[in-house]
Structure formats: structure tokens, C-alpha cells
């Protein structure tokens, strides 16, 4: 996985609060709004672009992702 420096930070927090998820009280689903899946998409993609095995619930909007950690068992002597 690579890293992120500030700015990337902040454009993805732009780009993530850009997107309208405001819930609906009279809905008796969750999420309650088709725009709120929207941005489980959107994270789901970009976890998947960063090497996460990720995959998104569309029903429920969930979203669920793996990380390996790779462990050098190399012996140090």
C-alpha cells in the first residue's frame, strides 16, 4: 500500500464530503437513501485501488476489506 502525504488526505476528505448522505427519517431501510450508497461505492473502489481486498454490501452498505501483512521470517544472524 502506498502512502498518503496531506494533500492527498485532504482532497479525498473534499471529495468524501461532497457527496450528499443525508438520511431519510421516514425510510424504514439502512441505509435509508440510494445516495448514501454512493459513497460506500466510492470507498469500496478506492480501498481495491490501494491493494485492499475490499468488497461492498449493497443491501446493508457495508463495507468490508482485508489487509496481509507480510512478515520477513528471514533470521536475522
Known amino acids: 500500500m ?8 485532504i482532497q479525498r476528505f473534499l471529495r468524501y464530503v461532497q ?19 454512493k459513497l460506500g461505492e466510492l ?6 485501488e490501494m491493494g485492499v481486498e475490499a468488497s461492498f454490501d449493497s443491501e446493508h452498505c457495508y463495507i ?3 489487509i496481509y501483512l507480510q512478515v520477513n521470517t528471514r533470521s536475522s544472524e
Open 2 to 9: 502506498g502512502k498518503f502525504d496531506e494533500s492527498d488526505v
Open 19 to 37: 457527496i450528499d448522505t443525508q438520511s431519510d427519517e421516514e425510510s424504514g431501510t439502512s441505509p435509508s437513501t440510494e445516495k448514501q450508497k
Open 43 to 48: 470507498l469500496t473502489k478506492e480501498l481495491q
Open 64 to 66: 468490508m476489506g482485508e
